[in-house]
């Protein structure tokens, strides 16, 4: 019962470097949501799609892209990862935009 | 903008001292309010739904409450198995309607 399931779980990156976290839910459900968490800041929208085929800007939008690959997977790509970008990235998903979200184990990124 | 606000930020209880957690919030029109449990390393786990002021839900030892400008949980009795921190957040009825979290309260009980 594999639910939510991110890779990599770890990843360092020298500065201008680019990678993509890869998501795949096995829920049949339709939104999904990539958030970043920072000590303090609790977490905050990247990107999230409400339904296969569609993509929407979060609250941090900047410095990042994702792709709803179909309805399993959305991957988060930082084409050149910055300092700033350090951070413990979480996927999530949810039946659809108005219910409750079921979240991956988190992918921890470190940016040097 | 939508707001969540958890109070306090770290909190130590002995094992079965009750006590309260708190998520104060602004929203344009609430929709829902979730909580949610998370382990150390870990991504959040859901635990509870509210959707209209003076509803109530309870599991085991936790007991969430909703007011039109708080919720409230209470954990009663605690258990060491009961540390973690626990998250707020808030769905607006309009708009995007992404959830917007609170920063989150670090619990930890003691036996």
């Known amino acids: 019962n594999a639910g939510v399931t991110q890779t990599p779980k770890f990843q360092v990156l020298k500065t201008g470097q680019s990678m993509t976290l890869q998501c795949a839910q096995d829920?049949?459900?339709?939104?999904m949501y990539w958030y970043r968490q920072d000590p303090g800041m609790g977490l905050r929208l990247i990107y999230y799609s409400a339904s296969e085929g569609t993509t929407d800007k979060g609250e941090v939008p900047n410095g990042y892209n994702v792709s709803r690959l179909n309805k399993r997977e959305f991957s988060l790509r930082l084409e050149s990862a910055a300092p700033s970008q350090t951070s413990v990235y979480f996927c999530?998903?949810?039946?659809?935009?108005?219910?409750?979200?079921?979240f991956g184990e988190g992918s921890r990124l470190t940016v040097l | 903008e939508d707001q969540v606000t958890q109070s306090p930020e770290a909190l130590r209880l002995q094992e079965g001292e009750s006590s309260s957690l708190n998520c104060s919030y602004t929203v344009s029109g609430l929709r829902g309010l979730f909580w949610y449990r998370q382990d150390p390393g870990k991504g959040p786990e859901f635990l509870f739904t509210l959707y209209s002021a003076g509803e109530e839900k309870e599991k085991e030892r936790l007991k969430a409450t909703l007011t039109k400008k708080e919720s409230f949980l209470h954990i009663t009795a605690p258990k060491p198995e009961d540390s973690a921190t626990y998250l707020c957040a808030v769905q607006a009825d309009t708009g995007r309607r992404a959830l917007t979290f609170g920063s989150g309260t670090r619990l930890q009980v003691q036996p």
């Open positions: 829920m049949n459900h339709n939104s």
């Open positions: 999530a998903s949810s039946a659809d935009s108005l219910r409750e979200l079921f």
